[in-house]
């Protein structure tokens, strides 16, 4: 695509970029008012977005009767990559984007335009705005000053720097290196790149021309606000809040007024947010960032107003942190984390936490005695800035369950997860795990069981069966004849509190958490969550590829559990069975064999298994010398 040589020298040739999906009832008026200018030397690029309607040909139909217009068809992916396609394929000195719904007022606009920027010499052009709505025959102004402005801080200290792509004429030069491109995938991406203009601007100025008309109708993409959309604006603000701590001081208070500005709009949002749980979700990782209500707060009156409709010395009508729990927001979640000499596993688990997208949890790690350099390392990380509480707690080593039993005795949010110190969290799991229970999750539901997988991503066992919620101990048994595996539970605080603590028995280390898990499961059913939230590591000394010297160190833990095992309801006899064995051979290990009759929660039962258990307890004691002989040789 090349322009002419006498098109080139007849002034300024813009490249006005136009993603298209769906809008074929508006299309014709947005290209008609396009092409209607007074100044001709543009070049109009259409993208199809792989658009459903007729769009594609309606496109296809202008160019070829105009040889301004190229139309670049794709499969859909949204506006910011129709975008970034149309910024690769502009000529343009300077690069315009219009959307395929609205349409310009103004034939002589780009006249003005071309004019504005000989005159200021500016690399940045920013224009007003207006709205209007179908069936409407009235066109109101955005909010913006009505003077020229010139300087990038000008501009944006006026507080009224708009974030639309539309109110901006770039020049090109600014896009090389891909450093004005859109970020894709996401909602309200004009927020932090409308940022990243302004840091690159050179020059900019502002006129107060407001030739570009926002269509308001039922399918813009803006008039509907989900939560999924109060999410990805969040997500927005918050790149934008990273973008201004990196800055200098200067350059810090320069953008101040157009980050806190963004900040105020997404905490007024949390009024459409209902459910308390889904706000709590809403306001993870703003409580740090309650500063920019203050500059906010000492802002001219009338801009609060306009703004806001409210007064920005109204304290009560304002209501953006003190009525939302912004500043004393427990967060929903804790992860607590037993470790013991992990020191060299342990930061992969930081680092996914700090991945998460939803900061609305704190990390409780719960050092069982470590000798290595795991608390240097986590001091390191208490000092850093990374979106969320870490508490740590150092106690002798007593065993993964003391570890359990410590950190449950903590707990001060609704829901607890742990996560080992060697296994790490899959990116976004914290918000799919905090929205599911925002859905469904009530005081009839323990909690949520997802699932875990490999580094490789293959998933540990099969999916768990296709309802709305499972009890642990139908599983446990056998009941869904499906392939267990590891999963990872995410259990009410409460609910872990009411059968916690586990017994500490004396000499042991190895009572099964599970234990508890079970005993929940005898009034309550998870929720199931057939995603992975977690990736799981096996380490040579984990508890996993060591059970049989587990069962040998621990059979008065082991024993409890089977009894407890014997108890359940409406389960097969074989699985009565196998825990009758299991619990005489504990049993005979601990050197209790009174207990099979004592102590048996199935005395008849256990009895009738006393040889397997036998033979069960010769087996376990031959297994954990083979496998402390093959340590010792590997």
């Known amino acids: 695509m090349k322009m002419k040589d006498s098109q080139k020298d007849s002034g300024i040739l813009f490249s006005i970029i136009v993603p298209v ?3 074929e ?3 014709r008026k947005c290209i008609d008012s396009i092409l209607s200018q007074t100044y001709i030397n543009f ?6 977005d792989g658009s459903p309607d007729n769009c ?14 190229h139309v670049i068809h794709k499969e859909n992916s949204g506006a910011a990559s129709a975008r970034n396609v149309g910024i690769h394929a502009a000529h343009g000195d300077y690069i315009m984007f219009a959307d395929s719904d609205d349409y310009w007022n103004d034939r002589t606009a780009l006249q003005s ?3 504005a920027i000989v005159t200021h010499q500016c690399d940045v052009l920013c224009t007003n705005l207006c709205k209007t709505y179908i069936g409407a025959q009235y066109i109101k102004k955005y909010f913006a000053p009505s003077a020229p402005l010139i300087g990038v801080a000008e501009i944006l200290s006026c507080e009224r720097y708009i974030s639309s792509p539309c109110s901006k004429i770039i020049k090109s030069k600014l896009f090389f290196n891909r450093q004005l491109d859109f970020v894709e995938n996401t909602g309200s991406e004009d927020i932090e790149w409308s940022l990243r203009v302004a840091l690159l601007s050179k020059r900019m100025v502002y006129i107060d021309i407001s030739f570009y008309c926002y269509l308001q109708h039922d399918t813009s993409s803006s008039h509907s606000m989900t939560f999924e959309k109060l999410q990805d604006l969040k ?7 990273q973008l201004l701590s990196k800055q200098n001081k200067t350059e810090r208070k320069l953008l101040m007024p157009y980050v806190s500005f963004q900040y105020a709009i997404l905490l007024l949002n949390i009024a459409s947010v209902t459910d308390r749980s889904q706000r709590a979700l809403f306001l993870s990782g703003l409580q740090k960032n309650c500063y920019f209500l203050q500059f906010i707060k000492g802002s001219n009156d009338e801009w609060c107003k306009q703004t806001f409709g409210i007064s920005g010395n109204d304290e009560a009508s304002f209501c953006l942190c003190d009525n939302y729990e912004t500043r004393n927001h427990m967060p929903k979640l804790t992860i607590f984390t037993p470790a013991y000499n992990r020191e060299h596993t342990l930061s992969r688990t930081y680092e996914s936490l700090c991945r998460q997208n939803c900061k609305d949890f704190l990390w409780l790690i719960v050092d069982d005695g470590s000798i290595d350099g795991t608390t240097e390392l986590v001091h390191q990380w208490e000092k850093q800035d990374n979106g969320f509480e870490i508490e740590y707690i150092y106690k002798e080593n007593g065993g993964l369950h003391t570890a359990y039993n410590t950190a449950i005795a903590e707990l001060r949010t609704e829901l607890a997860m742990c996560i080992d110190s060697d296994d790490w969290l899959t990116d976004r799991a914290i918000e799919k795990i905090l929205l599911k229970w ?6 009839n539901i323990a909690g949520i069981e997802a699932l875990d997988c490999y580094a490789s991503g293959e998933i540990i066992g099969d999916l768990l069966p296709n309802q709305k919620t499972i009890n642990l101990i139908d599983l446990y048994v056998g009941k869904y004849r499906i392939k267990n595996g590891d999963r990872k539970l995410i259990v009410r605080s409460d609910l872990y509190k009411s059968v916690a603590p586990m017994p500490t028995l004396s000499g042991e280390k190895n009572f099964n958490p599970h234990y508890m898990h079970l005993q929940i499961s005898l009034k309550y059913n998870f929720l199931v969550m057939n995603e992975p939230v977690c990736v799981v590591e096996y380490q040579p000394d984990g508890m996993s590829r060591n059970i049989f010297k587990q069962y040998l160190d621990s059979p008065n833990s082991f024993a409890e559990l089977r009894r407890l095992c014997m108890q359940f309801q409406d389960v097969p006899l074989l699985f009565k069975i196998k825990n009758a064995i299991h619990f005489d051979s504990s049993c005979i290990l601990a050197g209790r064999i009174q207990g099979i009759l004592l102590e048996s929660s199935a005395p008849m039962l256990t009895c009738f298994m006393l040889l397997p258990g036998v033979f069960l307890s010769v087996l376990t004691r031959i297994l954990s010398k083979s496998t402390l002989w093959r340590k010792h040789n590997e």
């Open 43 to 48: 070049e109009l690029i259409l993208i199809d």
């Open 113 to 115: 335009i071309s004019e």
């Open 438 to 443: 925002a859905d469904e999750g009530n005081e």
């Open 21 to 23: 999906y769906g809008t």
């Open 56 to 69: 594609p040909q309606i496109c296809d139909e202008y160019a070829q009767r105009n040889s301004r217009i």
């Open 235 to 241: 997500n927005n603000v918050l790149s934008c809040i």
């Open 25 to 27: 009832q508006f299309l």
